[in-house]
C-alpha cells in the first residue's frame, strides 16, 4: 500500500477550507484531488474561527502524513 500512496503523493493538490455554519461553528472542508477527481474528503466542525484555520493549515502542511493513516486506520480489521 505504501507505494501506491507515495506515488499518489507526487500528483495531488491538496485543498481546505472553511465556511461558517449556523451556530457560530465553522465548518472545514479538506479534500485530495488527484487528476481532476477528489479521492479524498472529509468535513469537521471547528469550535472557533481559529481553529478552523488551524485545521486548515494543518492539512495543507500534513495531508500526506495524514491521509495513509487515515487509510491504514479504515481498511485495518
Known amino acids: 500500500m505504501k507505494p501506491c500512496i507515495d506515488k499518489i503523493s507526487e500528483e ?5 477550507d472553511f465556511t461558517p455554519d449556523d451556530n457560530n461553528g465553522f465548518f472545514v472542508d479538506c479534500k485530495i ?3 481532476n477527481k477528489t479521492i ?8 472557533s474561527r481559529e481553529q478552523a484555520k488551524f485545521v ?5 502542511k500534513n495531508a500526506v502524513k ?5 487509510l491504514e486506520t ?4
Open 74 to 77: 479504515m481498511f485495518t480489521e
Open 40 to 47: 479524498f474528503s472529509i468535513r469537521v466542525l471547528a469550535g
Open 12 to 16: 495531488l493538490s491538496v485543498i481546505s
Open 56 to 60: 486548515v493549515d494543518n492539512w495543507k
Open 33 to 35: 484531488i488527484e487528476k
Open 66 to 70: 495524514i491521509y495513509p493513516k487515515l
